[in-house]
């Protein structure tokens, strides 16, 4: 079964660029969608945006001018990078399959995920 | 953007049954998801699709979705379901994925 593991620097500079990376095991990043969601200390869960098999990728738009997600076939992983980071980007971060399915309507369809990383907690503080 | 309303909290004691509410705008015409986390974890998909359970979770979790409200239902309650609950959709018209504000299952 498809497993997830997030990782990278627990500690951002404020105004740096925040690195994350997401390994997928039991498949592979060219079947799926992917997924990026954070949630911040004693919040609520926060989608960043996703990335499909081809590439295309969609954001949130409250993060779209500083976020991208991208797909490295090579190393089975996806990756987030979110710029000029602030203390109010300090969140777990997740990563996700993002399952495409379509209703009994070929034109309709929905997203949802399904497995998750367990979470990698990024701190941002100078 | 589309917006997805929850109580803070819902109460409910061993054995009865807990419903957990999702409010939004014509939500029926939305496949709704349901995710349960506890602390320290990562969310864990409950209910898709309304009303569809992944293998390996109770039948005791159900889901219902009618005009402008969804639900997650909760069965025979134990101290185990306590934990955060979320509601998600995806909005065509932004291709946007949505969370609700969770909602804190409390088991008396």
């Known amino acids: 079964q498809v497993q997830l593991q997030e990782s990278g620097p627990g500690l951002v500079r404020p105004s740096e660029t925040l690195s994350l990376s997401c390994t997928v095991s039991?498949?592979?990043?060219?079947?799926?969608?992917w997924a990026w969601i954070r949630q911040p200390p004693g919040k609520g869960l926060e989608w960043i945006g996703y990335i499909s098999y081809t590439g295309r990728t969609n954001y949130n738009p409250s993060l779209k001018s500083r976020v991208t997600v991208s797909l490295d076939t090579s190393k089975n992983q996806l990756s987030l990078k979110l710029n000029s980071v602030t203390a109010t980007d300090t969140a777990v971060y997740y990563c996700?399959?993002?399952?495409?399915?379509?209703?009994?309507?070929?034109?309709?369809?929905?997203?949802?995920?399904?497995?998750w990383g367990k979470g990698t907690t990024v701190t941002v503080s100078s | 953007s589309y917006v997805l309303t929850q109580p803070p909290s819902v109460s409910v004691a061993p054995g009865q049954t807990a419903s957990i509410t999702c409010g939004g705008n014509?939500?029926?015409?939305?496949?709704v998801h349901w995710y349960q986390q506890k602390p320290g974890q990562a969310p864990v998909l409950v209910v898709f699709d309304d009303t569809e359970r992944p293998s390996g979770i109770p039948e005791r979790l159900s889901g219902s979705n009618s005009g402008n409200t969804a639900t997650l239902t909760i069965g025979r309650v134990e101290a185990g379901d306590e934990a955060d609950y979320y509601c998600q959709v995806w909005d065509r018209s932004s291709d946007i994925q949505v969370f609700g504000g969770g909602t804190k299952l409390i088991v008396l």
């Open positions: 996700a399959r993002n399952i495409k399915a379509w209703t009994r309507d070929p034109s309709n369809y929905y997203y949802y995920m399904d497995v």
């Open positions: 014509n939500i029926d015409t939305k496949s």
């Open positions: 039991g498949g592979s990043v060219s079947d799926d969608y």
